[in-house]
């Protein structure tokens, strides 16, 4: 159990980078893997990209293969830089938490632990 709020979101010129930051309290972070969603109106949640609790390992969702990177400060965040946006829609993005023991992936069920979102608008 961990809280995780979200910041970074705001508006980016199309082509350009934003980079989110996932900061966690309250909890064992170290032992938990982080996944990112996002959500756009009208549509339903979409998985982004995760990251192992260690590190180790990580997964992209194939719309964020190659421009997006998510890592993590060996601390208490974890970041998740966006480059080359274009074309995505407005959206809402989430920071969720999973327990190590309970595995990560690319469902929302897999993550109990969600952030309030923060918004990212790519201007056309």
């Known amino acids: 159990q961990v809280h995780v709020v979200e910041s970074g979101g705001g508006l980016v010129q199309a082509g350009g980078s934003l980079t989110l930051s996932c900061a966690a309290s309250g909890g064992m972070f170290s032992s938990y893997s982080t996944g990112w969603f996002r959500q756009a109106p009208g549509k339903e949640r979409e998985f982004v990209a995760a990251i192992r609790w260690d590190g180790g390992r990580t997964y992209y969702a194939d719309s964020a293969k190659g421009r997006f990177a998510i890592s993590r400060d060996n601390g208490n965040t974890v970041n998740l830089q966006m480059n080359s946006l274009k074309g995505e829609v407005p959206a809402i993005y989430y920071c969720?938490?999973?327990?190590?023991?309970?595995?990560?992936?690319?469902?929302?069920?897999?993550?109990?632990?969600w952030g309030p979102g923060t918004h990212v608008t790519v201007s056309s």
């Open positions: 969720a938490a999973s327990p190590a023991a309970e595995g990560w992936g690319k469902f929302d069920t897999q993550y109990a632990d």
